[in-house]
Every structure is written in structure tokens, then in C-alpha cells.
């Protein structure tokens, strides 16, 4: 009685493990449609296979935040803000989500938030050089001169063209 006991457990362990494994390929052949949907500017299609992920892996903050961006780029500025939102409670250290909720913050003109998000997005990966960007954007609606002079010149240290040639324009030296 035991062993028979023992063995359709062992089954169930084993059915269970197997639909999850299809579960997860499953998410991930919807993420790989949904990118693809989103590269051709279907975001409505892209909105729901990320959807679709997310039902599948409740836990993929990835599928959030490109959600979020999909949700971005149709208009759904508010929707965007829930899924980066999420994405951040899902995973702390994604940096991507906070320049992205920043932004979206930023089009409902909560520039404070947007200042927040950036500089959290910055202290979290200190090379993100849209972080700083962006960043020097809301300072300079903020009128926060200095701010915006210094996360230009990190921007244009890391690399960033625009930020040189907008060092260069405003005759800040060494540009």
C-alpha cells in the first residue's frame, strides 16, 4: 500500500514538473511573438502576448516592463506606470524600469517622480547614459542649470553624442 502510495506521488511530482516546463516554454514562445509584434509597431498584438506571458509566469518582470513599454507607446501612459510599477516590486534592480517610469511620469508632468526614477535608474547602473539624459531633461525644465551641466558631462564621458555636441553649443569647456 505504501509503495503504491509513494509511486502516484512520484507521478504527480512528475506531471506537475512537465507542465510547468510547458508552462515556461509556452511564456517564452509568446515573449519571443510579442517582441516581434512590438518591433513592428503592433502594440496591441505585443500588449497581449505579454499578457499572455504574464499569465503563464506571474514572476517575469521582463514581460512587465516591455508590457509597460508596449502600454507606453499606444497611449496608455497610466497602464505603462502599473507594469513598470510592477516590474520594480518584481525585481528591485531593474534599472530600465525606473528610466522607463520616469519617462511616463515625465508625460503627466510629475517631474519629481521623474527625478526620482532617473536618479534611482542611475544609482542602480551608474553607466545607463539614458538615465542621465533624461534626467538632465527634467532638471532643466526644473531649472536646475548646474544639475543638467553635470549629468551632460556624464552622459558625454560615457559616450553619448548629443550630450557632447549640447556641452559643445552651450560652450561648456572641454567640449
Do not use: H
Not at 13 to 26: H, I, K, R, V, Y
Amino acid at each position: 500500500m505504501l509503495r503504491v502510495l509513494c509511486m502516484a506521488l512520484m507521478t504527480l511530482l512528475l506531471a506537475g514538473n512537465m507542465a510547468m516546463a510547458e508552462a515556461s516554454a509556452d511564456a517564452k514562445s509568446f515573449f519571443t511573438s510579442a517582441e516581434g509584434k512590438f518591433a513592428q509597431g503592433d502594440f496591441k498584438g505585443a500588449i497581449a502576448d505579454y499578457t499572455k506571458v504574464i499569465e503563464l509566469d506571474p514572476k517575469n518582470a521582463d514581460a512587465f516592463n516591455s508590457r509597460g513599454e508596449a502600454k507606453f507607446d499606444s497611449g496608455d501612459k497610466q497602464g505603462a506606470i502599473a507594469d513598470y510599477t510592477r516590474t520594480i516590486e518584481l525585481d528591485p534592480k531593474y534599472a530600465d524600469a525606473y528610466n522607463n517610469r520616469g519617462s511616463a511620469k515625465s508625460e503627466f508632468g510629475d517631474k519629481q517622480g521623474a527625478l526620482a526614477d532617473y536618479t534611482k535608474a542611475v544609482e542602480i547602473n551608474p553607466v545607463y547614459v539614458a538615465a542621465y539624459v533624461n534626467r538632465a531633461a527634467i532638471k532643466m525644465d526644473l531649472g536646475d542649470k548646474d544639475g543638467v551641466i553635470a549629468d551632460m558631462l556624464v552622459a558625454a564621458k560615457l559616450g553619448n553624442l548629443g550630450a557632447q555636441q549640447w556641452l559643445k553649443q552651450n560652450g561648456i569647456s572641454g567640449w
